[in-house]
């Protein structure tokens, strides 16, 4: 079956400047790439759409700080706690019961809310919170520009493995009411691994697409969300694995997803192609769409970029948007 593709300019702009690649493939391609249907794991999706700038594309550094991610109606920039200060709320006082009749009964308004972060291999945090008094809430979680929501189980816990950006991995916890927690760990082998971030809310149908030492799609070397390998490839230097960190169920979803590669690869010289592609898909289509990158080279620091991005009308739906060299290619140096 011959590959088909179609080129959208929509507008006539499209950041050809920035260097960019804007690539319409149709549903047939689409097969080709990634095989059948019931051979692609497939994410949940709340069918809402972002509230986007005008432009068709438009990339630029800013500053790290989740203003950009800000929901209608919640502010994520809220005054959260400092990395050191243990957060619990006071306990209320007791009152004391009147002289007459039967005594009312005393409610407790404490909330006592604990969370650690524990270091593991390939750079990755594992995170638990215990909230017994928030059971099935919706919680954000910020760590070093990387923004990500959870929901906490019936009995108000969350146990989750996150992948760290940073020696000093501070992971901040913030519920809607205003409660929440901090967790601090040391992550020793950070330099030793490289991370691409891209976030976005809601269904947008983003994703990061990785062709590594050469591999074409749908061979061992492609890595995604649908083959996303574990943590196991990167320690033993085989190539990366990616992480989607995020409950897609939970209202006003907001997804975080991570391809980690080491820096070195064991007996392999070569390097990793990286591509964004977004599915048009019924929550989308006709519409603009927002993300936000984060790219963590070992000794290099985070450079971050603003992504809007115009989604053809929904008789494309089934196809997909291709952004290409919007992330650096990463090149490896065996051992």
């Known amino acids: 079956m011959s590959r088909t593709k179609e080129i959208f300019t929509a507008a006539g702009t499209l950041g050809c400047a920035l260097g960019i690649g804007f690539v319409m493939q149709s549903s047939d ?7 059948a249907a019931s051979d692609v794991a497939q994410h949940e999706r709340d069918l809402q759409s972002l509230d986007a700038a005008s432009s068709i594309l438009e990339v630029q550094d800013i500053e790290l700080t989740s203003a950009a991610f800000e929901l209608q109606g919640e502010h994520l920039d809220v005054n959260l706690p400092s990395p050191d200060t243990e957060v619990t709320l006071a306990a209320a ?3 004391e019961p009147p002289a007459i009749g039967p005594a009312p009964q005393v409610f407790s308004d404490t ?4 969370a650690d972060a524990r270091p593991m291999a390939a750079a990755m945090v594992n995170l638990t919170l215990d909230a017994a008094c928030l059971p099935n809430e919706r919680i954000t979680i910020h760590h070093n520009g990387m923004i990500f929501t959870q929901t906490t189980s019936s009995s108000g816990g969350l146990n989750i493995n996150v992948p760290a950006l940073s020696e000093t991995a501070v992971f901040v916890f913030a519920f809607g009411n205003g409660d929440g927690a901090v967790a601090q760990a040391k992550v020793e082998d950070i330099d030793d691994f490289d991370r691409t971030v891209l976030q976005w809310k809601d269904d947008a149908g983003f994703e990061i697409h990785a062709l590594e030492f050469g591999a074409s799609y749908g061979e061992a070397g492609h890595v995604w969300s649908g083959k996303p390998r574990d943590m196991a490839s990167a320690i033993t230097g085989e190539g990366g694995f990616i992480t989607v960190n995020g409950d897609l169920s939970a209202a006003t979803s907001m997804i975080a997803e991570v391809y980690t590669f080491p820096a070195s690869s064991l007996g392999r010289n070569g390097g990793v192609t990286l591509s964004v592609e977004a599915e048009v898909n019924p929550a989308n289509c006709g519409q603009e769409i927002e993300a936000q990158s984060l790219e963590l080279v070992s000794g290099k620091g985070i450079r971050t970029r603003e992504i809007t991005l115009s989604v053809p009308d929904c008789d494309a739906v089934g196809s997909f948007l291709v952004l290409n060299n919007l992330f ?4 490896v140096a065996s051992n």
């Open 29 to 35: 391609a689409a097969t080709e790439r990634y095989g």
């Open 93 to 95: 006082s007791e009152i």
């Open 111 to 114: 909330c006592d809310i604990t």
């Open 328 to 331: 650096a290619d990463l090149r």
